[in-house]
């Protein structure tokens, strides 16, 4: 139950951050390139070698030439903010891979990022799009519900190296 509280009150946020409105008009998002490896690491992967974010960068970058997928970067005034994937796979594409820096998380840039690659999907001609999350990420969980994700299935998935854990995949039917 949310008792009528602004979520955006619950953080204290610093002087650079704006409001949740002003935030997202000023929010680029576009296709993310090995040239903003370093960008991205430091924000979003900072346990990662910068040197396989940019492979990462790189391999998403050959399948996207291929009409594969599309990785986005979100950047706030030329700072990188987050990161998503969308992956076209033979039967069914998925967004993937979505994380914003912590200081910038609950002010809307993940909901931009998917709106974002369900555009893409859109314009692509996809008529339904996946997404997943760990049962123990319940905040990911709540917020693609929230944006119109309906429940599919669950699956146990090795994650991160570690021991397999139960992953929910939802599903959002597309209108192009
Ligand atoms: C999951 C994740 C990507 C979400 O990104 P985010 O930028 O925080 O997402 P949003 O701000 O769009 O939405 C999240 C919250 O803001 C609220 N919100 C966003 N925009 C809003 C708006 N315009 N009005 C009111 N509420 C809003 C949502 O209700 C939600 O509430 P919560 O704080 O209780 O979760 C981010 O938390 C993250 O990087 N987590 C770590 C990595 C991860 O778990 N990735 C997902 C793997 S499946």
């Not at 974010?53 to 990785?71: D, M, Q």
């Not at 039967?91 to 690659?117: C, F, K, M, N, Y």
């Not at 997943?132 to 429940?151: D, E, K, Q, T, V």
């Amino acid at each position: 139950m949310r008792l009528g509280v602004d979520v955006f009150q619950r953080k204290p946020r610093t002087q650079a951050q704006p409001g949740p409105a002003s935030l997202a008009a000023r929010l680029a998002i576009r296709r993310a390139t090995p040239d903003d490896a370093a960008a991205l690491q430091r924000a979003c992967w900072p346990e990662w070698p910068e040197v396989a974010v940019h492979e990462f960068l790189e391999r998403l970058n050959t399948s996207a030439a291929r009409g594969r997928g599309y990785p986005a970067a979100a950047l706030f005034e030329g700072a990188a903010v987050g990161f998503g994937q969308l992956t076209l796979w033979r039967d069914a594409a998925e967004i993937g891979d979505l994380i914003v820096a912590p200081a910038w998380r609950s002010q809307g840039v993940g909901t931009a990022i998917i709106a974002h690659l369900l555009d893409k999907a859109r314009a692509w001609g996809l008529t339904r799009v996946e997404i997943g999350a760990a049962m123990s990420n319940p905040r990911a969980l709540a917020l693609y519900r929230r944006l119109g994700f309906a429940p599919q299935r669950v699956i146990d998935i090795q994650l991160n190296g570690g021991a397999p854990e139960p992953v929910m995949y939802l599903a959002m039917p597309l209108k192009s």
